[in-house]
């Protein structure tokens, strides 16, 4: 193992706490401690910083204080949205949602636990791109449609949506619409009013804050029943004693995340742009998956052929640098990403993928590491494999 050099290229998984965020939560950790719900002063304190934490969020989105609600994670917000929305929709008789078929599995899993309810999941196919278009929104709805739930942006291939022109379309016709922006917050200009986006899920540990935090925006008027009962945190919408920490850690997260969001994405895009050119001038046989144009700016995506995508981890693991196949939450199992098999590549190839996901905090020298490294890495695999001997 080389011990001098550690590279981190996985900051779609998840990322460092910055020095900001870890500064703004520690003094909730050890001085000010208190229940945010109880009456003396250390939990006054607590109760206003998370008022201010909820204040950053709602700024950050364009969204007003009241409608945004903190939760654990990214799945607890998904899984509120969509099962709440599920609910209001099947009081009317409306029992139909829209999705995609690459959506995180945050969002695919809890479709499929309505379909066991008796709801219609209409799943939209993804282009060779990794991208729909309003139309097919627009073609899928219909009257008793409750909800359409379409990603921000993709956690594996890192395409953008057309989120406001979803969001257009499903306001004139009045459904709700919810977005997982997990991956998009922090990266793209997002304006839930403008967008017309109801519901909109975040997730701190992909912004620089701690594993364990997320929120929900729900747009005021929209009543989505509780997914946790309890307690009366959250204006009684979502109970559990608050997380003033992680809250305030947040709070920091995207307001830092979101104040440069066009100079931050001009030089990490150029990062993962030094990395794809150089990886498709000197590996022959690679593919890069998904849109160039409406992307992420910090996602490589790259199949090579003839390889495992696994035994391509293990040796940059090797060289200490540090990148995901597929979503890290499938990582372990041995099916091939959904996401690489919906835009349409064969099972050989989806096994033989790389994602690299690139942060403010990656520089150029990381980049030319894992330019030498990466085809040495390649090369030997393919010596290796009687696939590619074939
Ligand atoms: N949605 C997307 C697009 C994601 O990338 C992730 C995490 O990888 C999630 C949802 C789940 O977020 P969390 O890890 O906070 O539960």
Request: charged share 20%; aromatic share 6%; hydrophobic share 40%.
């Amino acid at each position: 193992m080389n011990m001098n050099r550690f590279v981190y290229a996985d900051n779609a998984a998840t990322t460092q706490v910055s020095d900001s965020v870890f500064d703004a939560m520690l003094p909730f950790l050890k001085e000010k401690y208190g229940n945010a719900s109880s009456i003396y002063s250390i939990a006054h304190e607590a109760k206003f910083a998370i008022e201010d934490a909820r204040k950053q969020v709602a700024e950050a989105l364009g969204a007003q204080k009241n409608e945004i609600f903190f939760t654990s994670c990214g799945s607890e917000s998904d899984n509120w949205a969509i099962k709440g929305a599920a609910q209001l929709g099947a009081a009317k008789g409306k029992k139909h949602i829209i999705t995609t078929n690459f959506e995180h599995h945050a969002v695919l899993h809890t479709c499929e636990a309505l379909a066991k309810e008796g709801f219609e999941i209409t799943y939209l196919p993804v282009n060779e791109e990794g991208l729909i278009t309003p139309q097919q929104v627009a073609d899928a709805i219909r009257e008793d449609t409750a909800l359409v739930t379409i990603m921000y942006a993709n956690n594996e291939i890192g395409t953008i949506l057309p989120i406001p022109e979803i969001g257009a379309i499903c306001r004139e016709k009045n459904v709700l619409f919810h977005t997982d922006a997990v991956q998009a917050v922090g990266h793209v200009h997002i304006n839930v009013a403008e967008q017309n986006i109801d519901l909109l899920s975040l997730s701190g540990h992909k912004i620089h804050a701690p594993k364990g935090a997320g929120a929900l925006y729900i747009r005021k008027g929209v009543r989505i029943p509780n997914l946790i009962h309890g307690g009366g945190q959250e204006a009684g919408r979502r109970a559990g004693t608050e997380n003033n920490a992680f809250i305030v850690a947040l709070g920091q997260a995207i307001t830092d995340a979101t104040k440069d969001i066009d100079s931050k994405n001009a030089k990490v895009a150029k990062l993962r742009d030094k990395l794809i050119d150089g990886v498709v001038k000197t590996i022959p046989k690679v593919r890069v998956n998904g849109s160039m144009e409406h992307r992420l700016s910090g996602n490589a995506n790259i199949s090579f052929e003839g390889i495992e995508g696994e035994s391509i981890l293990l040796m940059l693991d090797m060289h200490g640098i540090c990148a995901s196949s597929g979503s890290a939450c499938t990582s372990g199992s041995l099916d091939p990403s959904h996401v690489l098999l919906a835009i349409g590549l064969p099972h050989e190839k989806a096994h033989g993928s790389l994602r690299l996901s690139f942060g403010e905090n990656n520089t150029e020298e990381d980049v030319d590491y894992i330019l030498e490294v990466l085809p040495k890495i390649i090369q030997r695999l393919r010596d290796m494999s009687p696939v590619w001997q074939a």
